[in-house]
């Protein structure tokens, strides 16, 4: 790792984290830093045939920050895992450059198979906590995926998943230049997510209320036309969409202490009850 490559590693955090202060409180007090540091180390001595030591080193990094990284993990540059605590990433994942991963994040494996079984990260990738990028999938540039997501395949550039399993709701365009460095300016999206992101479950109630509007007022013609040829159709009074109040039963009474409590059936000529 070079000196060119610590600096960026270090800057990255300023970038992201506005949390951080100065770069001495870095280098000490951030997990995700150190475990980034210690797997470009790692990375080396795999590379080197230093397998096993890899290993040992990844397990005490492991230890000390709750983030385990297999050594054989390819990451790029000015890559920031924040918070860090439970982060997952498998021996043959591949991480592309300015990617951001949150507390909880898993890229694991859907087989037991060897080769590859681990996703690829593009470029400026954002990852909300709790997600899990599982399989030998392609995340593609500039994608966010938000808290607590499932992603099983292929994501397109630009695109913004949520839910499980993953689903774009978003497909967002290229920016142009000025539109990019306005973007670096302001940031990323935090856990990859926006408070004006579209909720696909929404989404689809409103699409299935405007579905229902359009049968009604078919059901309105058909019916107008029915009559129009003599035939008789009962005016019904449905209530509006929005306005039905849940109806629960009437509370039963309870009897007072010093009230009897008859259950027999009422006497009569015709109960059959001697008297």
Not at 111 to 124: C, E, I, Q, T
Request: proline letters at 5%.
């Amino acid at each position: 790792m070079s000196l060119e490559q610590l600096r960026e590693d270090i800057r990255c955090v300023f970038d992201r984290d506005p949390a951080a202060r100065n770069v001495f409180e870095i280098l000490t007090t951030y997990p995700g830093v150190h475990a980034v540091l210690m797997h470009r180390l790692n990375h080396a001595l795999w590379k080197r045939g230093l397998k096993w030591f890899a290993r040992w080193l990844s397990g005490l990094t492991r230890w000390f920050t709750g983030i385990e990284i297999h050594p054989a993990a390819v990451i790029g540059r000015r890559f920031f895992i924040d918070h860090g605590m439970g982060v997952v990433i498998g021996e043959t994942a591949e991480i592309g450059d300015d990617c951001t991963l949150y507390h909880g994040v898993t890229l694991g494996g859907t087989s037991w198979d060897k080769g590859k079984r681990h996703p690829s990260l593009g470029n400026n990738v954002v990852i909300g906590a709790g997600a899990k990028v599982l399989g030998p999938i392609r995340i593609g540039n500039g994608v966010r995926i938000g808290s607590n997501s499932v992603v099983l395949k292929d994501i397109h550039d630009l695109a913004t998943v949520v839910g499980v399993p993953g689903r774009v709701v978003e497909q967002r365009v290229a920016p142009s230049e000025s539109q990019a460095a306005i973007a670096r300016k302001m940031g990323f999206d935090a856990y990859g997510l926006t408070k004006d992101m579209p909720d696909p479950v929404a989404s689809a109630i409103n699409a299935m209320l405007d579905h229902v509007h359009v049968m009604d007022q078919r059901l309105e013609e058909v019916c107008k036309g029915l009559k129009s040829l003599g035939m008789e159709v009962a005016d019904l009074q449905l209530p509006e969409l929005g306005s039905c109040e849940i109806k629960t039963a009437s509370p039963v009474r309870e009897l007072e202490p010093s009230e009897p409590q008859d259950d027999s059936p009422e006497e009569g000529p015709g109960s059959g009850k001697n008297t």
